[in-house]
């Protein structure tokens, strides 16, 4: 039994380059909690969602994680679009001024 959340939550992870034990870490959710997940033996609930989302690494995962969506020009991305892993997203803003 694997769940879409379960599976968003793995891509983020591999996404950032992180082992199950670091991204334990960060997110204050035990390592056994995040197998469980991954397999798909659990459905991380709200309080875990809340944990993940509310992480600097991870909030720009939040509109993806919870509805499919991205919407780049705010920063919420998809993993398979993480420039730059652990750093956060890149701006791509310019310091040119316009108008």
């Given at each position: 039994?694997?769940?879409?959340l379960?599976?968003?939550?793995?891509?983020?992870?591999?996404?950032?380059n992180?082992?199950?034990?670091?991204?334990a870490?960060?997110t204050g959710?035990?390592?056994?909690?995040?197998?469980?997940?991954?397999?798909?033996?659990?459905?991380?609930?709200?309080?875990?969602?809340?944990?993940?989302?509310?992480h600097?690494?991870?909030?720009?995962?939040?509109l993806?994680?919870?509805?499919?969506?991205?919407?780049e020009?705010?920063?919420?991305?998809?993993?398979?679009?993480?420039?730059?892993?652990?750093?956060?997203?890149?701006?791509r803003?310019?310091?040119?001024?316009?108008?």
């Open positions: 039994m694997s769940s879409e379960s599976e968003k939550l793995k891509l983020i992870r591999e996404a950032e992180l082992s199950q034990a670091k991204f870490d960060l959710i035990s390592i056994s909690t995040i197998k469980k997940y991954e397999v798909g033996i659990m459905e991380p609930g709200g309080v875990t969602l809340r944990k993940i989302t509310t600097e690494v991870f909030k720009k995962y939040t993806w994680l919870m509805s499919d969506e991205t919407n020009a705010s920063g919420q991305i998809a993993p398979a679009l993480s420039p730059d892993g652990q750093n956060g997203t890149l701006s803003r310019s310091a040119k001024k316009v108008g």
